[in-house]
């Protein structure tokens, strides 16, 4: 953390009346933040200790911008909710923990916060975890995935080291738990095939280069050597990687969240916005399919909208059907046939594509089974969409 970052929270806190720095202001990036007392925009801070590095991405709690919340925690590998110990479980916390469900996320941690502040912190500690487990069980995670830790953030108890006023507790303490719980950031993105969204066709056409015909992107799941063979979507020719190109030399393979250029053995017909393949595994192109999305915009959505679709590199003109239900993260429940989808709902439906999408379902591949949707007059995103039902990993009422 820079040091001029920490002089600045130590002035705000004095200004506050604070006797001690207020370290939740180290990530309110926006005044208004600092002046309200909220989180609003997602905050992106870097920290490292002995045995881990780690991007911690601070988004809002308020249902107002949940969208906000879907975008921090849409690449999370874990994701810390925080609850008052005085409230408990609130509706705030179950939506939070639908979305996460929504989006994939392998790990979760509650911080049970505030917890010097309640009498009888142990019963409250104890049924505050079990109502989160029922929570989280019914959204589909494990036992071992899901870890309750009691902290007081202003005195730091459980946070760095253990504290003596939670004898009750005996469970690693936060930076404990982030610095040895698995993480494994690519196993998804290896256990399928190779997919390469193609951004950009380098044609140099100098007299250094006059047949080079590259396809840059980046591996968005699996790996590719030269001399694999590959087929393009959603045209279906197949050819074979000649060459992989980077700014620093030829490669012999690129794994996933690799950007780089591939070179093809064959002429063949590929633009921004195809897909280069395994072919072993290689999806059917989507000119119409079920998704999940979650509604994001204060606009409703109705059945017969016209809006765009990005898939990866790939935009085209979308048409939504049907709405098939809507979820109620409440009470983990499904209503059926809802005349329209609201700000923050979270709905199922049907959607129709101009050009045919290269797509897995997000269950399979979360990097690969993600959209947007797109306001095609002021280019405003309006949803954040997941191929397939992934609602079936919830155990609706």
Same mark, same amino acid.
């Given at each position: 953390?820079?040091?001029?970052?920490?002089?600045?929270?130590?002035?705000?806190?004095?200004?506050?009346?604070?006797?001690?720095?207020?370290?939740?202001?180290?990530?309110?990036?926006?005044?208004?933040?600092?002046?309200?007392?909220?989180?609003?925009?997602?905050?992106?801070?870097?920290?490292?200790?002995?045995?881990?590095?780690?991007?911690?991405?601070?988004?809002?709690?308020?249902?107002?911008?949940?969208?906000?919340?879907?975008?921090?925690?849409?690449?999370?590998?874990?994701?810390?909710?925080?609850?008052?110990?005085?409230?408990?479980?609130?509706?705030?916390?179950?939506?939070?923990?639908?979305?996460?469900?929504?989006?994939?996320?392998?790990?979760?941690?509650?911080?049970?916060?505030?917890?010097?502040?309640?009498?009888?912190?142990?019963?409250?500690?104890?049924?505050?975890? #079990? !109502?989160?487990? /029922?929570?989280?069980?019914? =959204?589909?995670?494990?036992?071992? %995935? @899901?870890?309750?830790?009691? +902290?007081? $953030?202003?005195?730091?108890?459980?946070?760095?080291?253990?504290?003596?006023?939670?004898?009750?507790?005996?469970?690693?303490?936060?930076?404990?738990?982030?610095?040895?719980?698995?993480?494994?950031?690519?196993?998804?993105?290896?256990?399928?095939?190779?997919?390469?969204?193609?951004?950009?066709?380098?044609?140099?056409?100098?007299?250094?280069?006059?047949?080079?015909?590259?396809?840059?992107?980046?591996?968005?799941?699996?790996?590719?050597?030269?001399?694999?063979?590959?087929?393009?979507?959603?045209?279906?020719?197949?050819?074979?990687?000649?060459?992989?190109?980077?700014?620093?030399?030829?490669?012999?393979? #690129? !794994?996933?969240? /690799?950007?780089?250029?591939? =070179?093809?053995?064959?002429?063949? %017909? @590929?633009?921004?916005?195809? +897909?280069? $393949?395994?072919?072993?595994?290689?999806?059917?192109?989507?000119?119409?399919?079920?998704?999940?999305?979650?509604?994001?915009?204060?606009?409703?959505?109705?059945?017969?909208?016209?809006?765009?679709?990005?898939?990866?590199?790939?935009?085209?003109?979308?048409?939504?059907?049907?709405?098939?239900?809507?979820?109620?993260?409440?009470?983990?429940?499904?209503?059926?046939?809802?005349?329209?989808?609201?700000?923050?709902?979270?709905?199922?439906?049907?959607?129709?594509?101009?050009?045919?999408?290269?797509?897995?379902?997000?269950?399979?591949?979360?990097?690969?089974?993600?959209?947007?949707?797109?306001?095609?007059?002021?280019?405003?995103?309006?949803?954040?969409?997941?191929?397939?039902?992934?609602?079936?990993? @919830?155990?609706?009422?």
């Amino acid at each position: 953390m820079l040091a001029d970052h920490i002089d600045a929270v130590e002035r705000a806190s004095v200004d506050k009346g604070l006797a001690t720095p207020d370290l939740s202001l180290l990530v309110d990036g926006l005044r208004a933040e600092r002046e309200q007392g909220i989180t609003i925009d997602v905050a992106y801070r870097y920290f490292a200790t002995p045995q881990r590095s780690f991007v911690l991405a601070d988004t809002p709690g308020h249902v107002q911008y949940t969208r906000n919340t879907v975008s921090g925690a849409s690449t999370a590998q874990l994701v810390m909710l925080l609850v008052d110990a005085r409230k408990g479980v609130v509706a705030q916390t179950r939506r939070h923990a639908a979305v996460l469900a929504l989006l994939g996320v392998p790990k979760l941690v509650l911080a049970v916060n505030k917890i010097d502040l309640v009498e009888n912190p142990a019963e409250v500690f104890a049924n505050i975890s #079990a !109502e989160f487990n /029922r929570l989280t069980a019914g =959204l589909g995670w494990a036992p071992e %995935d @899901v870890q309750e830790i009691p +902290v007081s $953030a202003l005195f730091g108890d459980n946070v760095a080291f253990r504290s003596e006023h939670t004898p009750y507790y005996d469970g690693p303490t936060l930076i404990e738990h982030l610095e040895s719980v698995p993480v494994d950031a690519d196993s998804e993105r290896t256990e399928i095939g190779l997919r390469f969204p193609v951004q950009y066709v380098i044609r140099p056409r100098s007299a250094a280069f006059p047949d080079y015909r590259g396809y840059a992107g980046q591996v968005a799941a699996g790996s590719v050597r030269p001399g694999d063979e590959v087929v393009i979507l959603p045209s279906g020719v197949r050819s074979t990687i000649a060459k992989i190109d980077t700014a620093d030399g030829e490669l012999e393979v #690129a !794994e996933a969240g /690799r950007s780089v250029t591939l =070179l093809l053995t064959t002429d063949v %017909d @590929v633009s921004r916005g195809d +897909v280069i $393949a395994s072919p072993i595994d290689a999806p059917e192109p989507l000119s119409a399919f079920d998704a999940t999305v979650c509604w994001l915009a204060e606009k409703p959505l109705r059945p017969g909208a016209r809006l765009l679709l990005k898939h990866g590199t790939r935009t085209t003109q979308a048409i939504v059907g049907a709405l098939i239900d809507r979820f109620d993260e409440q009470n983990l429940s499904s209503d059926p046939s809802p005349a329209t989808l609201e700000l923050n709902d979270i709905g199922r439906i049907s959607v129709r594509v101009a050009e045919p999408i290269v797509a897995d379902d997000y269950a399979v591949n979360r990097h690969t089974g993600s959209f947007l949707l797109i306001d095609p007059a002021g280019g405003n995103t309006l949803a954040a969409g997941l191929v397939g039902d992934v609602l079936t990993a @919830v155990e609706l009422g």
